[in-house]
């Protein structure tokens, strides 16, 4: 996956997320979305769709854009505004800086999950840090979140090795659709 992934050119990562966005917002009772929802998108890497392009969709229909940030070994959400600048982060990511608002768990509306791989189940394959899993273990889930695994069609497969402590997902996008996991 990963040398499928870094084949890929920037301007392929920014076309399959337009195309995601497309999906994710054509139907409006999936997301159900009101102004000042939070959601979380992540800085793409070696060969991730490249939402953070596209992030101007989310400020004009009044959201809250959230990125990660890992801080002392865990991964927290941090609200990032139209202009504020971000800095290079562990792993060579870009990250919000110091200046940026934590956003709690509970504000989290929609999150879109980074991954190597995916299942049809709503299993996920990371790159084997867990940041994503030990976050999303910390606390409750609240009702309102949902979230979403982000993948070409190539990485999304009938199934996928999991252990009890990974976190799945409710929906898988791809640029071909967007389907709850089963």
Known sequence: MQALRRDMSKEACVEAAHDMM???FADSDLLRLQPGDAVAIFSPIRGEPDFYHH???FFEKHLTVCLPRVEDGQMNFYA???DDKLVLGIFGL?????DCQLV???KL???LFPGLAFSRSGGRIG???GYYDRYFARETVPDREI????AHSYQVFDSLPQDAYDIRVDYLVTPDGIWPTT
């Open 55 to 57: 992030r101007s969709v």
């Open 109 to 111: 509306r929609v999150v």
């Open 22 to 24: 497309r999906h994710l």
């Open 147 to 150: 979230r979403i695994g982000v």
């Open 80 to 82: 990032v505004g139209p």
């Open 104 to 106: 709690t768990r509970e």
């Open 127 to 129: 790159y084997g840090a």
């Open 94 to 98: 870009s990250e919000p800086g110091s």
